[in-house]
Structure formats: structure tokens, C-alpha cells
Nanobody
Framework: EVHVVESGGGLVQAGGSLRLSCLIS????????IGWFRQAPAKERERVAG????????YYEDSVKGRFTISRDGATNAVYLQMNTLKPEDTAMYYC?????????????????WGQGTQVTVSS
């Protein structure tokens, strides 16, 4: 069984930075992908970024390109989302999800393994 646990959220002022962490366990190989999604109150969940573990390909939504960076530590199976130049509109619950490939992540990862989320609040 795959387990996904996020951490690193918090309250930060606009222009500040946060790094979210996602610990994944339970995969028997490195053939999977990880994505970050977010959901603000009264809004639909939206993609943020994704990374394909085997080849390192990454994806970013236009709204975070140039500000957020997704990366993976192969030694610890941790995936990070470095978030810089944060804006109030980045305020949301951030979720990490593991799925079989990046295509599934981009399609919404409906059958992926989701974490419980970590709250990010950006004050203006």
C-alpha cells in the first residue's frame, strides 16, 4: 500500500517562501510520478506541479511557473515543492499525490494515492 504524507505548510507574508515536503512509501520500484495539487476554499482543486520519477520530467501550471520548483530526493523518496515569491492567491490546502505516471497526474490522479494535505496561507 502506498502512503503519502505532506508537511511544510504555514503562514507566510506575500513575497516570502515555503518548502513543502512529500514523503512517499510503498512503491516497489521507482516507476511512478508525483504531483502537487491545491484547493482554495470554494474553488475546485487544481494542478500545481508534477514530476516523473524515472526520467525527472517536470510539469508546472502557468500560474506557478518561475516561482515554484518541484524536485525529488532519491535517497529518501521525498518530493519537495519550493515555493518562492508567494502571492495571496497561492493560499490553499496543498496535496501531494502519487500515481503510476505523469499522464495520470495531469489528468487529475483520480486513482492515485493522496496525502491529507498541508495548509499554505499567504498574507498580503
Amino acid at each position: 500500500e502506498v502512503h503519502v504524507v505532506e508537511s511544510g505548510g504555514g503562514l507566510v507574508q506575500a513575497g516570502g517562501s515555503l518548502r513543502l515536503s512529500c514523503l512517499i512509501s510503498g512503491f516497489t520500484s521507482d516507476d511512478y510520478a508525483i504531483g502537487w495539487f491545491r484547493q482554495a476554499p470554494a474553488k475546485e482543486r487544481e494542478r500545481v506541479a508534477g514530476i516523473d520519477v524515472p526520467d525527472g520530467n517536470t510539469y508546472y501550471e502557468d500560474s506557478v511557473k518561475g516561482r515554484f520548483t518541484i524536485s525529488r530526493d532519491g535517497a529518501t523518496n521525498a518530493v519537495y515543492l519550493q515555493m518562492n515569491t508567494l502571492k495571496p492567491e497561492d493560499t490553499a490546502m496543498y496535496y501531494c499525490v502519487a500515481d503510476i505516471d505523469l499522464v495520470n497526474i495531469l489528468a487529475g490522479a483520480a486513482y492515485g494515492s493522496w496525502g491529507q494535505g498541508t495548509q499554505v496561507t499567504v498574507s498580503s
